[in-house]
């Protein structure tokens, strides 16, 4: 049956996991022609935020950056962590249940006009910006999903558009390489409007149809810079230079580069929405973001981090050994079948002393002894199984002295289970 205006979000969200006949469905035919009958025309700024790894970051410093700035800041992200809400933020706040079920009812009339299915992806992103205009922000960030070029955020037209990394992932949708994926990346590149590229080796397919389309590309190191000196940083565009900027409150060294992003964004969109320095100061320093690379307060040290491609596991061992040493090094471990689990455990192995395993719930889920025999494969030992990564959480957490470290990491759904079984045993 399908839900309405009374309905829960639980029953909404239950309703549009199982509408669509397949998880991910690219391409923007139906996605637009829903939009159009829902007259989703945009009087704000838009941006698009693309990549492999990073792009979240780069909305969470954008984002926090408008707002304190005095911009009403509608945020799109995905996936979200504990609660569907995290996906649509007013003013970095989590949308409310009634807001949300009003935007599913406004694209569920219009998708039965046209007489098309939309898969739960594309049904949020439409729902998404139908909360934004209903709330009149001042300006729209939106993540893109998968990809780009074919991904539902890419139906609406971007004012700027970024692409933050480019490296191997989603490889059954994108391609198999780095060509491949970023041609697919800069499809959210506009023509005529700006476009920033934050990957330090960028693709020449990206490259190529950034000039192709005549975009107005903007490249870190060609066309805009930062460089770190102790506790600040400098980031300099043109003739915009910005000194004695605050390290960002987002733990891990690439985060500079994120913030650099967000500050290339900020440039393009000065004219229309003017930021002080000081709140681009005050948004480097309070800005949060959940599960990349967070260390938890207290003893042992938890880090948690939602990295789950090889990308993000260099990144992930580059910030680990940035941190104090460890006397035992835990890893909370579990990631989906669909991923590259193979790269990822050889990047991290020399950073992991102790592997507590376990199974996550879903589809594309593996077993904690499936997980388990294929670190045995590498020649890992200390592999403890578990039924669920939960399980994996507590085992761990009862081992670990105050001069350890535990690591969760491998999936959102990794990271999710464990915060959900520590908020439940506070």
Known sequence: MIPNASSTLAQ?????????????DMGLTRVSAVKAAMQLDTDFPV???????????????????????GFKVGTYTSPHINDYNERVAIDLQPASDSLLIAGFVAVEQARAEVGVSLSYFE???????????AQQVDVAVLEVGLGGRLDATNAF???????VSVDIDHQAF?????????????????????AICADPNPPASLLAHAEAIGARLAC?????????????????MGERALHALPVPALRGGYQMGNAAAALAVLEALRPRLPVSLGAIKRGLLEVEWPGRFQVLPGRPVTVLDVGHNPHAARALSASLRQLAFAENRYAVFSMLADKDLDAVVEILRDDIDHWYVGGLDGPRSQTGA?????????GLRNIHVFPKVEDAWH??????????????????HTVAAVMAARTQSA
């Open 12 to 24: 909404w969200l239950a309703y549009l996991e199982a509408a669509h006949p397949v998880t991910i």
């Open 47 to 69: 941006v698009l935020i693309g990549g492999t790894n990073g792009k979240g970051s780069v909305a969470a410093m954008l984002s926090t950056i408008l707002n304190r700035a």
């Open 123 to 133: 049904v949020g992103t439409l729902a998404a910006m139908h909360c934004f205009i």
């Open 157 to 163: 037209d971007a004012d700027v558009s970024v692409v």
């Open 174 to 194: 994108l391609g198999n390489d780095r060509e491949s994926i970023g041609f697919e990346k800069a499809g959210i590149y506009r023509s005529g409007k700006p």
């Open 220 to 236: 870190v190191g060609r066309d805009y810079s930062y460089s770190r000196m102790d506790h600040q940083w400098s980031f300099r």
């Open 370 to 378: 499936e997980i388990a025999e294929k670190l045995a494969a590498h």
């Open 395 to 412: 085992s761990a957490l009862s081992h670990a002295t105050e001069n350890d470290r535990i690591t969760v990491f491998g999936s959102f």
